[in-house]
């Protein structure tokens, strides 16, 4: 007997082995399902399920986060459009304001100073070295001749330098070969007012003429091109020298011209 399981012993342990798994299945089977998988294919299946879902959530997550930021980025370029555009409009409307409101200006000095005169805007400027002066958009088809006086509400500009048919050169006041004559505001002192392209000087002042700083020159009307009366400059430097039988006299034009867009022609 001892033998005879000795020499079937392998084929005894699988029998065994057998029966005892058989006997646990059969002891784990409740209601057709196998209760003792259940766990691990539940612990299995749910792992992979967290990593699936997991994953889907991320990803999903990451498609909603770039679509809101194209979204985002889109409507935050149409906003800016739009704010540049009203920039624009903003912009655009204050000029047309502003141009509204210096025409209102030229009128007002019209109707104030019954002067026959042509409106011309400013087209072009040119200040060098040599010479000042302007383009206006007006010329001989309406009217304009060489030598006729050029005015703003503020103030004298210069005068007609050269015509064309549709355009002028107006010779401003601190153009070197610009000369006008004026008078002082206040006591009636006269000279000749020259231009030195920053600025101009009063010229033949006597020593003894009384010239203060802040002085106003006006036009005297002796030169035949400009009316009496009218602003010119304002004295801002005064010097006297003994050797010297005239002062030296520095004046800025009332009119600024770096400015300056719209002009008067004083027809005669």
Same mark, same amino acid.
């Given at each position: 007997m001892p033998g005879f399981i000795a020499k079937r012993r392998k084929i005894i342990f699988v029998v065994i082995l057998f029966t005892i798994l058989f006997w646990l299945v059969t002891i784990q089977v409740k209601n057709g399902r196998f209760v003792f998988l259940e766990r691990p294919i539940l612990a299995v299946s749910g792992f992979f399920e967290r990593m699936i879902t997991g994953t889907y959530r991320s990803i999903e997550s990451t498609v909603n986060?770039?679509?809101?930021?194209?979204?985002?980025?889109?409507?935050?370029?149409?906003?800016? +459009? +739009? @704010?540049?555009?009203?920039?624009?409009?903003? $912009?655009? =409307?204050?000029? !047309?304001?502003?141009?509204?409101?210096?025409?209102?200006? &030229? !009128?007002?000095?019209? +109707?104030?100073n019954p002067l026959s005169s042509v409106a011309a805007p400013v087209i072009g400027k040119n200040m060098s070295p040599i010479s000042a002066t302007l383009t206006i958009n007006k010329g001989t088809d309406q009217g304009i001749r060489k030598d006729m006086a050029v005015i703003t509400a503020d103030g004298v500009v210069g005068r007609i330098h050269s015509v064309l048919a549709g355009s002028?050169?107006?010779? !401003?006041?601190?153009? /070197? #070969?610009?000369? =006008? $004559?004026?008078?002082?505001?206040?006591?009636?002192?006269?000279?000749?007012?020259?231009?030195?392209?920053? @600025?101009? $000087?009063?010229? %033949?002042?006597?020593? %003894? $003429?009384?010239?203060?700083? #802040?002085?106003?020159?006006?036009?005297? #009307?002796?030169? #035949?091109?400009? /009316?009496?009366? !009218? /602003?010119? &400059?304002?004295?801002?430097?005064?010097?006297?020298?003994?050797?010297?039988?005239? +002062?030296?006299?520095?004046?800025?034009?009332?009119?600024?011209?770096?400015r300056i867009e719209e002009t008067l022609v004083l027809i005669k």
């Open positions: 986060r770039y679509v809101w930021l194209v979204k985002t980025e889109r409507e935050n370029e149409e906003l800016k +459009q +739009q @704010n540049d555009t009203l920039k624009l409009e903003h $912009a655009i =409307l204050n000029e !047309l304001l502003n141009e509204n409101e210096r025409l209102r200006e &030229a !009128l007002r000095f019209k +109707q104030l002028s050169k107006v010779m !401003l006041l601190t153009d /070197p #070969g610009s000369t =006008l $004559a004026v008078r002082v505001q206040r006591n009636r002192e006269e000279g000749l007012l020259e231009g030195k392209l920053v @600025n101009c $000087a009063l010229k %033949y002042v006597s020593y %003894y $003429a009384d010239i203060q700083k #802040g002085d106003i020159l006006v036009t005297s #009307g002796l030169d #035949g091109i400009f /009316p009496k009366g !009218l /602003p010119v &400059a304002v004295v801002v430097k005064v010097t006297k020298r003994e050797a010297n039988a005239f +002062q030296i006299v520095v004046a800025e034009p009332v009119v600024r011209f770096s």
